[in-house]
């Protein structure tokens, strides 16, 4: 079986800090999330919006309420700076939402030649194909069509990653992209070195987000895998360490899958220390 290969390029822009513009959008953009609106498929609009929106735009599109539309959604809720609503009726695939989104980002102050304040606020072609495959991805692997989710999500990351990193965006699903082409390499792979290149997308993951819980459960269960007891040991502890989810002033992990992963780790966790410190 052929490994695929993230080039360098994609280590040294991950670290990198991403530019971003000093103006803000005015306008808030809410998508409405009750279950009518979910099941024409609001979440993936919320989802493609906060992935292809500027930076400028992007804190301003928020999960809403129901608009009692149901059978016309997706819908948003748009509200300007006069607390203006206006309501937006189906609003899903690349030729509404793509010109949508190019249409809030407020103009862009640049010294650059005259036109190039325009192809700044447009969304690169490249970004959107290889959302458009991680989504495909996404959707294989729910479907355990692990191969399908591999490759889709593979050829998604070689694609979008380099244009998202230069226009600036929400990276959090690319994160999420790289977490699951990992667990779906997991699925398929035979060979003790092939998991090297499951490593190498979770450690991208994490130098997107070094606070990602989920990917520190996923570089465990590769070490475990491996038979690496302390990698998997300095994987566990490295997650015990993040802050916990409401520390101080509000109650831990309200989600009870989440306390009850945390609390089974734990217990793997100490059997860990035990073995590593014979």
């Not at 977490?179 to 090297?196: F, G, N, V």
Request: proline share 5%; with cysteine; net charge negative.
């Amino acid at each position: 079986m052929v490994i695929p290969f993230f080039p360098s390029s994609i280590f040294l822009l991950a670290a990198a800090s991403s530019k971003s513009s000093s103006s803000s959008s005015s306008i808030e953009v809410e998508v409405c999330l009750s279950p009518g609106c979910v099941a024409d498929g609001g979440q993936n609009t919320l989802s493609k919006l906060k992935a292809l929106a500027h930076p400028s735009v992007c804190d301003s599109i928020k999960p809403g309420k129901c608009q009692s539309l149901c059978g016309k959604g997706p819908i948003l809720i748009q509200n300007d700076e006069k607390n203006k609503q206006q309501i937006l009726k189906f609003m899903k695939g690349d030729e509404k939402l793509v010109p949508y989104l190019e249409s809030l980002v407020p103009s862009l102050d640049t010294t650059e030649e005259e036109g190039d304040d325009d192809d700044a606020n447009r969304i690169p072609e490249d970004l959107i194909t290889g959302y458009n495959l991680v989504e495909d991805g996404l959707n294989f692997f729910s479907k355990k069509s692990y191969e399908e989710a591999c490759e889709n999500l593979k050829t998604g990351i070689e694609k979008a990653f380099v244009p998202a990193k230069e226009y600036g965006g929400n990276m959090e699903w690319m994160v999420h992209a790289h977490r699951t082409y990992a667990e779906s390499l997991l699925e398929i792979l035979t060979q003790d070195e092939e998991y090297d290149e499951a490593i190498k997308s979770i450690e991208i993951a994490l130098s997107l987000d070094p606070t990602d819980e989920l990917s520190y459960v996923v570089l465990a269960q590769i070490y475990q895998i491996k038979k690496d007891d302390y990698g998997e040991y300095k994987a566990l502890k490295t997650m015990f360490e993040l802050p916990e989810v409401g520390d101080a002033s509000s109650p831990p992990h309200p989600n009870r899958d989440i306390a009850n992963r945390r609390r089974t780790l734990g217990f793997r966790l100490q059997k860990l220390q035990r073995e590593v410190e014979k």
